[in-house]
C-alpha cells in the first residue's frame, strides 16, 4: 500500500469515476484500477462496487476513505509547513474562490497581505459553484475557499464572515428606482433574472422567498452576479442579488439602483477549510485579513 494508492483511491470515490480519474491523472484506466486492486488486496475486502454509471466505494471502502482523506490532509499540511520552515516567510496561500470573489471581497486584503507579506506566493484557483469548492478543497492542496454558506459538508468546516442582504437591482429610470425599500410580495408578478441555476445562492433565494411566502418567475439566467447587475444596469431587466460590500443601499451612483427587498433572509458567505487548526500561520493571516476587509466595507444602509 504507497500513498499513491490512497490518493487515487480517494480521488476515484469522489468522482465516481476510474476513467475521469486516469484522465485527471494523464495514465491509463488500468493503471487507475491497478492502485485500487493494489488496496483491495491489502485490506482484503472489496472497496468499489461498480455501477451502470461509474463507481462508488461499498461500505468498508467508504471507511478507508474517509481516514484517507483525513491522513493525506494531514500529510500534505505537514509537508507545507516543512517547507516553509525552510523558505521562511516564502511560503504559499492557495485559494478556491468564485468567479467574482477576489474583485468584490478580497481586492483590498490582497494588496494588504502582499506589503505585510511580499516574498508569500498567493495563488486563486477559480471554481463555479460551492460545491466546487469543496471537492477543490478535498482533492488538492488548497489552503481555503470562499463559499457561499450552505449545509454542512462532511470534511469541510464552514465560518460565517458576512451575512448579505438581498436588493432589487434596477435601472435608474425603472419606477421601483426610487422607492427606499420594497416587499417581496411586490415582486411576485414581475420577470427577473435569475442567479447562476445550481448555484448556493440561488438556493438560498428560492428558501427565503418560501419562508416570505412568495415565488418570483425568472425569464433570464446568467452565470454570476456581475453579469445580472450589468444586465439590470442596462435595463435588460431586473435582478435579486445580495448586496456587495462597498455597496450603498439604496444604491444611487451612476444608472444602477439597489433596492433593499425586506423580509428575505440574508446570504451568508464565509470561509471553508479542511481544518482550522491545521491552517498554516500564513493562510490564517490570509483568511483574517480578508474578515477584516469585507467587515469594514460590509454593505451599508444610507441614511
Request: proline fraction near 7%.
Amino acid at each position: 500500500m504507497t500513498l499513491d494508492d490512497l490518493r487515487v483511491f480517494v480521488a476515484v470515490c469522489r468522482a465516481g469515476s476510474l476513467s475521469a480519474v486516469a484522465r485527471d491523472l494523464a495514465c491509463t484506466q488500468s493503471a487507475v484500477s491497478q492502485h485500487v486492486k493494489r488496496l483491495e488486496r491489502e485490506t482484503g475486502v472489496s472497496l468499489l462496487e461498480r455501477q451502470p454509471r461509474g463507481v462508488v466505494p461499498t461500505q468498508a471502502g467508504r471507511l478507508l476513505e474517509a481516514a484517507a482523506s483525513e491522513g493525506l490532509a494531514g500529510l500534505d499540511l505537514a509537508l507545507r509547513r516543512l517547507r516553509e520552515l525552510v523558505d521562511g516567510e516564502s511560503g504559499s496561500v492557495r485559494v478556491a474562490t468564485g468567479a467574482t470573489t477576489v474583485r468584490h471581497f478580497m481586492s483590498e486584503a490582497v494588496v494588504s497581505f502582499r506589503q505585510r507579506h511580499p516574498d508569500v506566493s498567493l495563488e486563486f484557483r477559480t471554481e463555479s459553484s460551492s460545491r466546487g469548492c469543496f471537492d477543490a478543497l478535498a482533492d488538492s492542496r488548497l489552503d481555503l475557499a470562499w463559499i457561499t454558506l450552505g449545509g454542512p459538508v462532511r470534511g469541510i468546516e464552514q465560518r460565517p464572515v458576512l451575512d448579505l442582504p438581498w436588493v432589487l437591482a434596477v435601472r435608474s429610470d425603472d419606477p421601483l428606482a426610487a422607492r427606499p425599500h420594497v416587499d417581496p410580495g411586490e415582486l411576485r408578478d414581475l420577470r427577473l433574472i435569475r442567479l447562476p441555476p445550481n448555484s448556493t445562492s440561488a438556493a438560498h433565494l428560492d428558501t427565503a422567498c418560501a419562508e416570505a411566502g412568495v415565488r418570483f418567475t425568472f425569464d433570464t439566467s446568467v452565470a454570476d452576479w456581475d453579469t445580472a447587475l450589468l444586465l439590470a444596469e442596462l435595463g435588460l431587466g431586473r435582478a435579486v442579488v445580495p448586496a456587495l460590500p462597498g455597496h450603498s443601499i439604496p444604491g444611487d451612483e451612476g444608472p444602477l439602483r439597489l433596492v433593499p427587498i425586506r423580509a428575505l433572509r440574508p446570504l451568508s458567505v464565509g470561509w471553508a477549510v479542511r481544518r482550522w487548526d491545521s491552517l498554516t500561520p500564513l493562510a490564517r493571516a490570509f483568511a483574517d485579513t480578508v474578515v477584516d476587509s469585507c467587515r469594514r466595507n460590509a454593505p451599508t444602509p444610507t441614511a
